[in-house]
């Protein structure tokens, strides 16, 4: 699969922050959805990568999700000692994050279940408002 660079804007990037303020994850935007690294999953959900590795195993061996679907690689600009280095790094979107989160079990998996419950119970309860909404006033 060819690498595709990271986007430079700021615009193409959120900040996520857990419940207590100690977590904050730089998240890329792109595609109409985000994406993380391995490592970036690792320190949002506190555990290692090696773990994470493991379950994103798991979840393509398994069918959940298709790898060439929901991982795409980015080169990233790092620093390494004196000098910047391009390394072409694997990067998962939503789907795959979602799916680790659910599977990890640490203290900030929770949370991570706890705020992912509650933004899709909230999505739902808006678009069954805007439903009622529009019945009400097509009919």
Request: glycine share 6%.
């Amino acid at each position: 699969m060819p690498h595709k660079p990271l986007p430079t804007t700021q615009n193409n990037f959120l900040l996520y922050t857990s419940p207590d303020g100690e977590i904050k994850v730089t998240v890329l935007l792109q595609n109409e959805t985000i994406w993380l690294s391995q490592k970036s999953m690792a320190y949002l959900f506190d555990c290692g990568s090696d773990n994470i590795g493991v379950h994103l195993k798991n979840i393509f061996e398994i069918g959940e999700l298709q790898e060439n679907a929901t991982a795409e690689d980015f080169s990233v600009v790092r620093q390494e000692g004196a000098r910047e280095v391009s390394r072409e790094i694997k990067h998962y979107n939503l789907d795959a994050i979602i799916s680790v989160g659910y599977r990890v079990n640490s203290l900030r998996g929770t949370q991570f279940r706890i705020w992912a419950t509650k933004q899709l119970s909230e999505l739902i309860l808006k678009e069954e408002l805007i439903e009622t909404f529009l019945q009400k006033h097509n009919n």
